[in-house]
């Protein structure tokens, strides 16, 4: 994940969510309690996508609020893990 050039647009939003269910399942998260954590991670992240565009004078925070989640997920390790299981072209 090239973070200098971050695009927020749904394909970010939707790695963003698995990287940090990836994330929650490191903490021992299995079962329906990781399912609840997704379903909570994801609405939660995309509520915050669409309110971007409804508050327009908060745009930078909220990119940079993404932009600091896939920092931090690129830092723990889930870059590797993508990397790994991605097709390459």
Same mark, same amino acid.
């Given at each position: 994940? *090239?973070? %200098? *050039?971050?695009?927020?647009?749904?394909?970010?939003?939707?790695?963003?969510?698995?990287?940090?269910? %990836?994330?929650?399942?490191?903490?021992?998260?299995? $079962? *329906?309690?990781?399912? &609840? &954590? /997704?379903?909570?991670? $994801? +609405?939660?992240? &995309?509520? =915050? +996508?669409?309110?971007?565009?409804?508050?327009?004078? &908060?745009?930078?925070? +909220?990119?940079?609020? +993404?932009?600091?989640?896939? =920092?931090?997920?690129?830092? /723990? $390790?889930?870059?590797?893990?993508? *990397?790994?299981?991605?097709?390459?072209?």
């Amino acid at each position: 994940m *090239n973070l %200098e *050039n971050f695009i927020l647009n749904p394909t970010t939003l939707l790695i963003l969510i698995f990287g940090l269910v %990836e994330y929650a399942k490191g903490y021992g998260l299995n $079962g *329906n309690r990781l399912r &609840a &954590a /997704s379903m909570v991670i $994801g +609405f939660a992240l &995309a509520a =915050a +996508f669409k309110l971007r565009d409804l508050i327009p004078l &908060a745009l930078p925070y +909220f990119d940079i609020a +993404f932009f600091g989640l896939a =920092a931090g997920l690129a830092a /723990s $390790g889930v870059y590797d893990f993508l *990397n790994q299981r991605l097709i390459k072209p």
